[in-house]
T-cell receptor, first 114, second 114 residues
Framework: DAGITQSPRYKITETGRQVTLMCHQT?????MFWYRQDLGHGLRLIYYSAAADITDKGEVPDGYVVSRSKTENFPLTLESATRSQTSVYFCASSEYVGVMNEQFFGPGTRLTVL | AQSVSQHNHHVILSEAASLELGCNYS??????LFWYVQYPGQHLQLLLK??????LVKGIKGFEAEFIKSKFSFNLRKPSVQWSDTAEYFC????????????FGSGTRLLVRP
């Protein structure tokens, strides 16, 4: 009963480096989401995906890239990390969207960009 | 723009005190409403949700919330808090014309003193 997992749980990197955060879910949920959590902002949607090979931007997509070649995986890449991307990143999934939608969250990745 | 407001950013209570956390949203149509809790160092967990029907919703761990449509509010309550309720609480809304987008409030940090 793994549910939704994220790796790494903690990451420290330097400005300008590429970083990839992994998200894996075992439920075969169609929809997956990436959020960042910052003090005073709650959670903000970065990208989401409705199915394999279908992705779209959320509220704060700049500086991030996603892919979804398999239903169960939804990696988030910071192509050239900046200090403003220091945050806690949460991946989430849901079986469908619409009435009675519920999203399930992973444990989060704490990223520090020096 | 659609938004969710949590007016209390920090709340400090003693054990056995009653709790009420405010949540207001700015969308006029049909919404799904959620309260999530994040215990220290853990991921978000769903406390309760409202989709339709009885506006008084009961969740886990003795929490409840009341949806008041005329006030665009979904306040969280608990009659007697425990030290273990120390956590951050997030209100979230899905407007039905944007059915996949969970819009989060900025969160309320609750500290319960033993």
């Amino acid at each position: 009963d793994a549910g939704i997992t994220q790796s790494p749980r903690y990451k420290i990197t330097e400005t300008g480096r590429q970083v990839t955060l992994m998200c894996h879910q075992t439920w075969s949920h169609s929809y997956m989401f990436w959020y960042r959590q910052d003090l005073g902002h709650g959670l903000r949607l970065i990208y989401y995906s409705a199915a394999a090979d279908i992705t779209d931007k959320g509220e704060v997509p700049d500086g991030y890239v996603v892919s979804r070649s398999k239903t169960e995986n939804f990696p988030l890449t910071l192509e050239s990390a900046t200090r403003s991307q220091t945050s806690v990143y949460f991946c989430a999934s849901s079986e469908y969207v619409g009435v009675m939608n519920e999203q399930f969250f992973g444990p989060g990745t704490r990223l520090t960009v020096l | 723009a659609q938004s969710v407001s949590q007016h209390n950013h920090h709340v400090i209570l003693s054990e056995a005190a009653s709790l009420e956390l405010g949540c207001n949203y700015s969308y006029g149509g049909t919404v799904n409403l959620f309260w999530y809790v994040q215990y220290p160092g853990q991921h978000l967990q769903l406390l309760l949700k409202y989709f339709s029907g009885d506006p008084l919703v009961k969740g886990i761990k003795g929490f409840e919330a009341e949806f008041i449509k005329s006030k665009f509010s979904f306040n969280l309550r608990k009659p007697s808090v425990q030290w273990s309720d120390t956590a951050e609480y997030f209100c979230a809304v899905i407007p039905m014309d944007s059915s996949y987008k969970l819009i989060f409030g900025s969160g309320t940090r609750l500290l319960v003193r033993p």
